[in-house]
């Protein structure tokens, strides 16, 4: 039961980690480029699509029409995250990856625990000791 819990609360973080990114993507454009620009990114045009896929990830994972879409969402979701961590380590700018940290531990704490939560398992999900005992 408290698997559960951890699940939609991790999960919960998660989205709304990413769903604030893409509010930030969107009502601040021009800090958003002229802090990619810093960290080595000129690509104007990766904002719309990181606007979409900050929003699709999220989603993909709560609503879980479709198991390996949303495992394709975590996996998406954990290179971004690893990406973004190094991008601001690279730079020598630590604070910066905080945020990715943090999401990466969610990330974690989310597939680990969602076979629990969830009525269709993911295959990939590591089985919990919990669900070997109720089997």
Request: charged share 10%; proline share 5%; no cysteine.
């Amino acid at each position: 039961m408290i698997e559960n819990y951890i699940y939609w609360i991790s999960t919960a973080l998660l989205s709304l980690l990413y769903f604030a990114s893409a509010l930030m993507y969107i009502a601040k454009g021009d800090f958003v480029r002229n802090a990619q620009a810093e960290l080595g990114y000129s690509a104007s045009h990766l904002v719309p699509l990181m606007i979409v896929v900050k929003i699709l990830g999220p989603v993909a994972i709560l609503w879980r029409f479709n198991v390996a879409i949303s495992d394709l969402a975590y996996a998406g979701m954990l290179y971004h995250l690893l990406l973004s961590a190094s991008a601001h380590l690279g730079v020598h700018k630590p604070k910066g990856s905080i945020p990715a940290a943090v999401g990466i531990i969610l990330l974690a704490t989310s597939f680990v625990t969602q076979n629990v939560a969830r009525e269709y398992p993911s295959p990939y999900a590591p089985v919990t000791i919990i669900q070997e005992a109720l089997k």
